[in-house]
Protein backbone atom coordinates (compact mmCIF):
# COMPACT_ATOMS: atom_id res chain seq x y z
CA UNK A 1 0.00 0.00 0.00
CA UNK A 2 1.04 3.26 -0.71
CA UNK A 3 -0.32 4.93 2.40
CA UNK A 4 -1.00 8.59 1.83
CA UNK A 5 0.16 10.43 -1.25
CA UNK A 6 1.47 14.25 -1.66
CA UNK A 7 2.37 15.98 -4.57
CA UNK A 8 4.01 18.15 -5.04
CA UNK A 9 7.06 17.66 -2.54
CA UNK A 10 8.52 20.87 -3.49
CA UNK A 11 6.71 24.16 -5.04
CA UNK A 12 8.18 27.73 -5.43
CA UNK A 13 5.53 30.34 -5.88
CA UNK A 14 5.25 34.10 -6.22
CA UNK A 15 3.06 35.72 -4.58
CA UNK A 16 -0.64 36.04 -6.24
CA UNK A 17 -0.28 33.05 -7.74
CA UNK A 18 -2.45 30.25 -7.21
CA UNK A 19 -1.90 26.17 -6.70
CA UNK A 20 -3.09 22.99 -5.39
CA UNK A 21 -1.56 20.35 -3.38
CA UNK A 22 -2.76 17.23 -3.92
CA UNK A 23 -3.08 14.61 -1.40
CA UNK A 24 -4.21 10.73 -2.67
CA UNK A 25 -4.43 7.80 0.29
CA UNK A 26 -5.44 4.58 -0.85
CA UNK A 27 -7.05 3.04 2.87
CA UNK A 28 -10.37 3.73 2.62
CA UNK A 29 -10.12 6.16 5.51
CA UNK A 30 -12.90 8.41 5.75
CA UNK A 31 -10.84 11.27 7.77
CA UNK A 32 -8.67 13.55 5.96
CA UNK A 33 -6.83 16.46 7.34
CA UNK A 34 -4.19 19.05 6.02
CA UNK A 35 -1.79 20.60 8.63
CA UNK A 36 0.95 23.42 7.89
CA UNK A 37 3.90 22.75 10.08
CA UNK A 38 6.70 26.45 10.88
CA UNK A 39 9.18 26.56 13.09
CA UNK A 40 8.48 27.09 16.52
CA UNK A 41 4.67 26.45 16.25
CA UNK A 42 4.30 22.47 15.74
CA UNK A 43 1.25 21.70 13.41
CA UNK A 44 -1.29 23.53 12.88
CA UNK A 45 -4.97 22.18 11.14
CA UNK A 46 -5.79 23.92 8.24
CA UNK A 47 -8.87 21.68 7.09
CA UNK A 48 -10.28 18.78 7.67
CA UNK A 49 -12.77 15.98 6.30
CA UNK A 50 -14.98 13.21 8.01
CA UNK A 51 -16.10 11.95 4.69
CA UNK A 52 -16.75 12.50 1.14
CA UNK A 53 -18.88 15.46 0.79
CA UNK A 54 -17.86 17.12 4.04
CA UNK A 55 -15.66 19.42 5.11
CA UNK A 56 -14.52 21.61 8.10
CA UNK A 57 -12.36 24.57 9.62
CA UNK A 58 -9.27 23.70 11.41
CA UNK A 59 -6.83 26.64 13.28
CA UNK A 60 -5.92 28.07 10.32
CA UNK A 61 -7.86 28.07 7.22
CA UNK A 62 -7.89 31.31 5.97
CA UNK A 63 -6.34 31.73 2.46
CA UNK A 64 -6.95 28.04 1.77
CA UNK A 65 -9.80 26.32 0.41
CA UNK A 66 -10.65 22.52 0.12
CA UNK A 67 -13.09 19.95 -1.09
CA UNK A 68 -14.17 16.11 -1.14
CA UNK A 69 -15.24 14.89 -3.86
CA UNK A 70 -14.09 10.99 -2.99
CA UNK A 71 -13.13 8.79 -0.19
CA UNK A 72 -9.35 9.09 -1.65
CA UNK A 73 -8.55 12.70 -2.51
CA UNK A 74 -8.52 16.05 -0.22
CA UNK A 75 -6.76 18.60 -2.47
CA UNK A 76 -5.65 21.94 -0.44
CA UNK A 77 -5.83 24.99 -2.68
CA UNK A 78 -4.28 27.99 -2.27
CA UNK A 79 -5.96 31.08 -4.51
CA UNK A 80 -3.65 33.93 -4.19
CA UNK A 81 -0.28 32.48 -2.39
CA UNK A 82 1.02 35.03 0.13
CA UNK A 83 4.64 34.74 1.79
CA UNK A 84 2.70 33.89 5.10
CA UNK A 85 2.34 30.82 3.56
CA UNK A 86 5.51 29.65 3.35
CA UNK A 87 5.34 26.25 5.13
CA UNK A 88 5.84 22.28 4.94
CA UNK A 89 2.09 21.05 4.07
CA UNK A 90 1.29 17.77 5.52
CA UNK A 91 -1.92 15.44 4.66
CA UNK A 92 -2.81 13.31 7.12
CA UNK A 93 -6.01 10.40 7.42
CA UNK A 94 -7.18 8.20 9.60
CA UNK A 95 -10.00 4.78 9.34
CA UNK A 96 -12.75 7.39 11.21
CA UNK A 97 -13.25 11.04 12.99
CA UNK A 98 -9.29 11.48 14.78
CA UNK A 99 -10.58 11.18 17.66
CA UNK A 100 -10.88 7.34 17.78
CA UNK A 101 -8.06 6.67 15.50
CA UNK A 102 -4.53 7.89 14.85
CA UNK A 103 -3.39 9.54 11.84
CA UNK A 104 -0.87 7.93 9.16
CA UNK A 105 0.60 11.27 7.75
CA UNK A 106 1.99 11.85 3.79
CA UNK A 107 5.82 12.82 3.30
CA UNK A 108 4.80 16.38 3.31
CA UNK A 109 5.09 19.53 0.67
CA UNK A 110 7.35 22.18 0.85
CA UNK A 111 6.12 25.32 -0.09
CA UNK A 112 7.76 28.53 -0.81
CA UNK A 113 5.91 31.93 -1.61
CA UNK A 114 8.25 34.69 -2.91
CA UNK B 1 -3.67 28.42 19.95
CA UNK B 2 -1.98 25.19 20.58
CA UNK B 3 -3.79 22.79 23.02
CA UNK B 4 -0.19 21.17 23.92
CA UNK B 5 2.93 22.46 25.21
CA UNK B 6 5.91 20.53 25.58
CA UNK B 7 8.67 20.70 27.60
CA UNK B 8 11.72 20.73 26.84
CA UNK B 9 11.61 22.02 23.62
CA UNK B 10 15.37 20.19 23.17
CA UNK B 11 16.84 17.31 24.37
CA UNK B 12 19.98 16.23 24.23
CA UNK B 13 21.27 12.82 26.22
CA UNK B 14 23.67 10.01 25.43
CA UNK B 15 22.95 6.54 24.29
CA UNK B 16 21.69 4.23 26.94
CA UNK B 17 20.27 7.13 28.44
CA UNK B 18 16.41 7.83 29.38
CA UNK B 19 14.74 10.28 28.20
CA UNK B 20 11.56 11.98 29.12
CA UNK B 21 9.01 14.57 27.11
CA UNK B 22 6.22 16.25 29.15
CA UNK B 23 3.10 17.71 27.25
CA UNK B 24 0.75 19.96 29.06
CA UNK B 25 -2.38 20.89 27.39
CA UNK B 26 -5.84 23.13 28.26
CA UNK B 27 -9.26 21.83 27.75
CA UNK B 28 -10.46 18.20 29.18
CA UNK B 29 -9.39 15.50 26.18
CA UNK B 30 -10.82 12.26 24.85
CA UNK B 31 -7.11 10.71 24.22
CA UNK B 32 -3.66 12.25 24.05
CA UNK B 33 -1.05 11.01 21.19
CA UNK B 34 2.45 11.04 20.75
CA UNK B 35 4.31 11.06 17.33
CA UNK B 36 7.66 11.09 16.26
CA UNK B 37 9.12 12.59 13.56
CA UNK B 38 12.36 12.15 11.75
CA UNK B 39 13.99 15.12 10.34
CA UNK B 40 12.25 15.71 6.70
CA UNK B 41 9.49 13.45 7.14
CA UNK B 42 5.79 13.42 8.08
CA UNK B 43 5.05 12.34 11.61
CA UNK B 44 4.37 8.59 12.32
CA UNK B 45 2.40 7.62 15.75
CA UNK B 46 3.64 6.03 18.64
CA UNK B 47 1.17 5.43 21.19
CA UNK B 48 -2.46 6.32 22.38
CA UNK B 49 -3.76 6.90 25.74
CA UNK B 50 -7.37 7.42 26.39
CA UNK B 51 -8.90 10.15 29.08
CA UNK B 52 -9.47 7.17 31.83
CA UNK B 53 -5.76 4.97 31.56
CA UNK B 54 -3.19 6.21 33.44
CA UNK B 55 -0.59 4.46 31.70
CA UNK B 56 0.53 2.65 28.87
CA UNK B 57 3.99 0.93 27.58
CA UNK B 58 4.82 0.31 24.18
CA UNK B 59 8.26 -1.65 23.49
CA UNK B 60 11.00 1.02 24.79
CA UNK B 61 8.09 3.48 25.00
CA UNK B 62 6.30 4.71 28.66
CA UNK B 63 3.31 6.84 28.20
CA UNK B 64 1.36 8.59 31.74
CA UNK B 65 -1.56 11.08 31.59
CA UNK B 66 -2.47 12.78 35.38
CA UNK B 67 -6.32 14.51 33.44
CA UNK B 68 -5.78 16.34 36.90
CA UNK B 69 -2.71 17.94 35.85
CA UNK B 70 -3.80 18.08 32.41
CA UNK B 71 -0.28 16.53 31.43
CA UNK B 72 1.52 13.86 30.00
CA UNK B 73 4.84 12.01 29.77
CA UNK B 74 6.69 10.35 27.09
CA UNK B 75 9.60 8.18 28.32
CA UNK B 76 12.17 5.99 26.42
CA UNK B 77 14.21 4.19 27.77
CA UNK B 78 17.24 3.38 26.98
CA UNK B 79 17.88 5.41 23.84
CA UNK B 80 19.27 4.46 20.77
CA UNK B 81 21.13 7.26 18.12
CA UNK B 82 18.12 6.27 16.05
CA UNK B 83 15.52 8.00 18.19
CA UNK B 84 16.65 11.04 17.64
CA UNK B 85 14.07 12.89 15.74
CA UNK B 86 11.25 15.58 17.22
CA UNK B 87 8.42 14.08 19.28
CA UNK B 88 5.18 15.50 18.87
CA UNK B 89 2.19 15.34 21.53
CA UNK B 90 -1.47 15.66 20.22
CA UNK B 91 -4.83 15.75 22.25
CA UNK B 92 -8.56 15.56 20.70
CA UNK B 93 -11.12 17.83 22.57
CA UNK B 94 -13.82 15.73 24.63
CA UNK B 95 -16.26 18.92 23.87
CA UNK B 96 -16.92 19.74 20.18
CA UNK B 97 -15.80 18.58 17.59
CA UNK B 98 -13.84 15.48 17.64
CA UNK B 99 -12.67 15.89 14.27
CA UNK B 100 -9.87 17.91 15.56
CA UNK B 101 -6.61 17.11 16.51
CA UNK B 102 -3.90 19.56 17.94
CA UNK B 103 -0.49 18.81 18.24
CA UNK B 104 1.59 20.50 20.74
CA UNK B 105 5.01 22.51 19.31
CA UNK B 106 7.10 19.57 19.97
CA UNK B 107 10.38 17.93 21.54
CA UNK B 108 13.61 17.69 19.70
CA UNK B 109 15.63 14.98 20.91
CA UNK B 110 19.36 14.62 20.26
CA UNK B 111 20.79 10.87 20.94
CA UNK B 112 24.43 10.90 20.84
CA UNK B 113 26.39 7.69 20.23
Known amino acids: NAGVTQTPKFQVLKTGQSMTLQCAQDMNHEYMSWYRQDPGMGLRLIHYSVGAGITDQGEVPNGYNVSRSTTEDFPLRLLSAAPSQTSVYFC?????????????FGAGSRLTVL | SQQGEEDPQALSIQEGENATMNCSYK?????LQWYRQNSGRGLVHLILIRSNEREKHSGRLRVTLDTSKKSSSLLITASRAADTASYFC?????????????FGQGTTLQVKP
Open chain 2, 90 to 102: ATVPLSGNTGKLI
Open chain 1, 92 to 104: ASSPTNAGANVLT
Open chain 2, 27 to 31: TSINN
